[in-house]
């Protein structure tokens, strides 16, 4: 498991379901099939097999992980295309509705958005519900976002949807390819990084709702580098460490169908990678109005 990564998946919950089940003791087996023909504790008699029968037993292929319960990849494919196709609807709605109304979701989307993230992550078994819903929030949060943004910048909004697909795609092929793995010295990167990351945005937005900086962006925009805006670092600092937290969700995904987590968890899998991609969209999309703000 790539520990120190999403939350979501290093939670106990999702953890534990990836360790293999108990082999069952003999303790276990009597009280599951109580007493034998002779009245003392031991497994129970089983009613006797026609050789047909169990000719038949025999020639049904293996149960596969479908059968028994498990987690597949897909899924985590098809859950997650639930998550995105209610992010999509939810981003629509905003996108069409009168400016007002538009701008009151947004807030709405993020608030109950961010209050539904804590939820799921520490809730001890996944709500197909709550995560949806919060795949709804979100596509209000990001509709808003992208219709504001895009005001102001016109195409920003379809070349950030591009670059996520293509971040995403990239990073996809990288990780079954084997070229990018969630690797110790790679994880302590990621950790100070973000880290470091973190600590720039609470300061940022300190200063943007104290009036210390009167940039929208904040100190991305307002200090520049050799004439390159500090958010245009930050911004690719950010897309890497999203495109990263990626990696780590393949990795805790993988482990989990291999190790044989529950179905259910399909759903945990595909509210982490939500959140992922919801990082990932914010981060290029401001780093693009940050560029486009600068010319």
């Known amino acids: 498991m790539a520990l120190g990564g999403n939350p979501i998946f290093n939670g106990k919950n999702f953890r534990g379901a990836t360790q293999a089940p108990p082999v069952p003791s003999y303790s276990q087996g009597q009280n599951q099939y109580g007493q034998n023909q002779y ?5 129970a008699a089983q009613p006797q097999m026609t050789s047909d029968q169990l000719q038949q037993m025999y020639n049904q292929p293996s149960a596969g992980p479908a059968e028994t319960g498990r987690m597949t990849f897909d899924d985590v494919i098809v859950k997650t295309a639930a998550c995105l196709a209610l992010l999509l609807l939810g981003a629509a ?4 509705v009168a400016p007002g109304t538009a701008s009151l979701l947004m807030v709405v989307g993020a608030l109950g958005g961010f209050v539904l993230a804590m939820v799921n992550t520490f809730k001890k078994q996944p709500s197909p519900a709550l995560i949806l819903t919060y795949a709804g929030l979100e596509g209000l949060f990001l509709g808003g976002l992208t219709r504001l943004l895009d005001g102001m910048f016109p195409g ?6 591009i670059g996520t697909l293509a971040v995403f795609g990239v990073t996809l092929a990288l990780f079954k390819s084997g070229k990018v793995r969630a690797t110790p010295k790679a994880m302590r990167f990621f950790m100070i990084a973000m880290l470091g990351y973190l600590v720039f945005a609470v300061i940022n937005m300190v200063l943007v709702w104290t009036g210390a900086v009167q940039s929208p962006f904040g100190l991305s925009s307002s200090v520049h580098i050799f004439g390159i ?4 670092f930050i911004g690719i600092l950010a897309i890497g460490l999203a495109a990263f937290s990626l990696v780590m969700d393949f ?3 993988e482990q989990g169908v291999l190790q044989g987590a529950p179905e259910k968890y399909s759903w945990t899998a595909a509210f982490g990678l939500t959140v992922t991609l919801v ?12 560029l486009r703000g600068d010319d």
Do not use: D, H, K, N
């Open 229 to 232: 805006p500090l958010g245009v």
């Open 156 to 161: 920003v909004g379809l070349q950030a949807v």
């Open 279 to 290: 990082w990932l969209y914010v981060e290029i999309i401001r780093l693009l109005a940050i």
């Open 93 to 96: 709605i905003t996108l069409f």
């Open 251 to 253: 990795t805790s995904i």
């Open 39 to 43: 009245g003392r504790p031991g497994w």
